[in-house]
């Protein structure tokens, strides 16, 4: 068997796609949706996804604002900045790009963020409302990884309900909301949510019809854990020197063999970071949307 692959480059595409006509809706009215990124230092796949994110934002018409700070930049500066973006008018919503350098409390900053312009769903308020399962008006927008694998496995008709998801990492931005998404009513997944201290992952693994690794160990899941015909979604991504060339490339939490195994695969990259990209859209879309109708 080769997986089917699910390809996050064609699939955040439509998304963006669908998103337009929102958009020029939105101008239409008088509201120009406006992304405002917050980026502090200088690690080089944090700057790269923030410019990519407004490169998204230039090829949908929407607007988008950029403040970046040095790396020496304290926290009183973080403070400022958010403070400034939470008044900017133009700045519908916006995100602080994570991880902060060492020495920022990033809980603490992201409860600076006015939850109504909370563009990555990270904000106490807004991941509140998806531990309480906040449906219909006051329903808060969804971390964008989280919601770009549901995204995904909707489009490719892959079965959520009643099936057992294993995700692997407990981290902020991917597996704590993730398991909180799967489990709500509507999607009804049952979630094994693993970790570094997780006794038997290979296990956990194996009775899963639906693994989503976000570790950042390169190849750790392996095809035999694998029940043949589950849907394997790779996040973590690890930049490695390539043994041939020794220049940098990247490498995802699965090992390739897996795809002989599994029924779905989203491949890394191309996968899931393309789609957390276009579902970051989607909540600035949303946002502005809310702005002009109100909830
Ligand atoms: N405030 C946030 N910080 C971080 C988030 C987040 O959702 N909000 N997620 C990640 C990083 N991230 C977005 O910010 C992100 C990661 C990866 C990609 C992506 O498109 N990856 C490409 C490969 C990119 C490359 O060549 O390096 C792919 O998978 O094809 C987009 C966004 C942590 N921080």
Request: proline fraction near 6%; glycine fraction near 10%.
């Amino acid at each position: 068997m080769t997986a089917i692959t699910l390809d996050g480059v064609a699939t955040a595409s439509a998304v963006k796609s669908e998103l337009a006509s929102r958009i020029t809706d939105l101008r239409a009215n008088g509201v120009v949706p406006g992304l405002g990124t917050l980026l502090v230092g200088d690690d080089p796949a944090s700057r790269s996804y923030v410019a990519g994110k407004h490169r998204d934002c230039a090829e949908v018409g929407i607007e988008s604002i950029r403040v970046d700070l040095p790396a020496s930049a304290t926290t009183a500066d973080v403070r400022a900045a958010i403070r400034d973006l939470n008044s900017a008018r133009e700045v519908t919503g916006y995100i602080v790009q994570l991880p902060l350098p060492t020495g920022h409390d990033e809980n603490a900053m992201l409860e600076l963020i006015d939850p109504d312009k909370d563009a990555d769903g990270l904000h106490p308020t807004n991941l509140g409302r998806l531990v309480l399962g906040i449906e219909g008006e006051l329903r808060s927008p969804l971390p964008c990884t989280p919601a770009g694998i549901v995204e995904m496995l909707q489009r490719y008709d892959v079965p959520i309900r009643g099936q057992h998801v294993t995700v692997i990492g407990r981290g902020l931005t991917v597996g704590r909301p993730l398991g909180l998404l799967f489990t709500r009513k509507g999607l009804d997944a049952t979630v094994t949510l693993t970790h570094s201290r997780t006794q038997d992952l290979a296990a956990e693994v194996a009775r899963a019809d639906i693994v989503v690794a976000a570790v950042g160990v390169p190849h750790m899941v392996k095809a035999e854990w694998v029940k043949p015909g589950a849907a394997v979604l790779d996040v973590g991504i690890t930049r490695v020197a390539d043994e041939e060339t020794g220049k940098g490339r990247l490498t995802g939490d699965v090992d390739p063999a897996v795809a002989e195994v599994a029924g779905h695969l989203s491949p890394n990259p191309g996968g899931v970071g393309p789609m957390t990209r276009a579902m970051l859209l989607a909540n600035v879309v949303k946002a502005a949307e809310i702005k002009l109708h109100g909830r």
